[in-house]
C-alpha cells in the first residue's frame, strides 16, 4: 500500500489523522479501519485531515459519513474533515455530506469548528451482568426519548436496547455500557461489553430478529476490551413526510 499513507497527531482526545495518497475504492477501507481504530480511544472530537489525498472514485467519499455515524455511535464524538482539493469539497457537498460534517480548509479550522459543535447529547449507563438490569435499561430508554421530547420512539428504542443489553449479559459478559445519542435524522443506542464474539442469534422469534427489525442498520465494532454493538433508529417523519427538527432539550449524562 505504498500510494496511501497515513498518521496521526495532536492530543490524544482530539486526535488529527492525517492521510496522503490515492482515495479509491481500495483505499476508502483502509481509512476507516484507521479511523474506527483511532475512535476506540474515545476521543471528544476528531479531525480527518485529507489534504495530502488525490480523488479518485466520488462515491468512496461516503467513507466519511459511514465513520460520522459511527464516531456519534460510539464513543460519541463528532468529526471533521480538512480538505484543500477542489474534487473532494466539490464531491463531498454533491453528496451532501457538508451537511452533517464541517468541511475546512485547515487544522485549526477544523478543530475550532469542532469545539462549537460540542459533544451530541449522550446518556451513558453501567449495566451490571444480570437480567434483572434489564428493566433499568428500559427505564433509561423510556425516560431518555420522553425527555428529548421523542414520545413516538420510546417503542423501538426502548426493545433495540433491551434486546441488544439482553444479548450481551447472556453471552458476552461483564463490563457492559449502554450509550444512547441522537441526531437531527435518528437515534442511536450502543452497547459496550467485553466479549469479542459477534452477537449471538437466539432460536426463538426474539433477540436480533428484533434488533433487524426496528433499526434502519445496526452493526459491530471492535475495542481494545470487548466490542460495541450499535444500532440506528430512523425517527418517524410528520404528516406530509417532513422530517421533524431536533429537539431542544438536553439529555442527562450518567
Not at 444480570?130 to 426493545?159: F, H, I, K, N, Q
Request: proline share 8%; charged share 20%; glycine share 10%.
Amino acid at each position: 500500500m505504498e500510494d496511501f499513507r497515513w498518521g496521526s497527531a495532536g492530543p490524544p482526545d482530539q486526535p488529527v489523522v492525517w492521510f496522503a495518497g490515492h482515495l479509491d475504492g481500495r483505499t476508502a477501507g483502509v481509512l476507516m479501519d484507521v479511523v474506527t481504530k483511532t475512535l476506540i480511544d474515545r476521543p471528544r472530537g476528531l479531525v480527518v485531515d485529507l489534504t495530502g489525498v488525490r480523488l479518485v472514485d466520488q462515491v468512496t467519499l461516503t467513507a466519511l459519513l459511514t465513520i460520522h455515524r459511527r464516531a456519534v455511535v460510539w464513543p460519541g464524538c463528532h468529526i471533521a474533515v480538512v480538505a484543500t482539493d477542489r474534487s473532494i469539497t466539490a464531491g463531498l457537498r454533491g453528496l451532501g455530506l457538508h451537511r452533517y460534517i464541517p468541511v475546512k480548509s485547515d487544522v485549526a479550522s477544523a478543530v475550532a469548528a469542532l469545539h462549537r459543535l460540542g459533544p451530541p447529547p449522550i446518556v451513558r449507563m453501567a449495566v451490571l451482568p444480570v437480567l434483572e438490569s434489564v428493566d433499568e435499561v428500559r427505564r433509561l430508554a423510556v425516560d431518555t426519548c420522553v425527555g428529548w421530547g421523542l414520545p413516538s420512539m420510546v417503542e423501538a428504542v426502548s426493545t433495540e436496547l433491551v434486546e441488544l443489553v439482553t444479548n450481551a449479559i447472556l453471552h458476552a459478559g461483564p463490563a457492559i455500557e449502554v450509550r444512547i445519542s441522537r441526531t437531527d435524522r435518528s437515534v442511536h443506542v450502543a452497547v459496550r461489553d467485553g466479549g469479542a464474539d459477534p452477537p449471538r442469534r437466539r432460536d426463538d422469534r426474539y433477540g436480533l430478529r428484533i434488533v433487524d427489525a426496528f433499526a434502519a442498520q445496526w452493526s459491530m465494532m471492535p475495542t481494545s476490551a470487548g466490542k460495541v454493538v450499535w444500532a440506528v433508529i430512523h425517527r418517524p417523519p410528520e404528516p406530509g413526510g417532513r422530517i421533524p427538527p431536533s429537539p431542544r432539550t438536553g439529555g442527562r449524562r450518567g
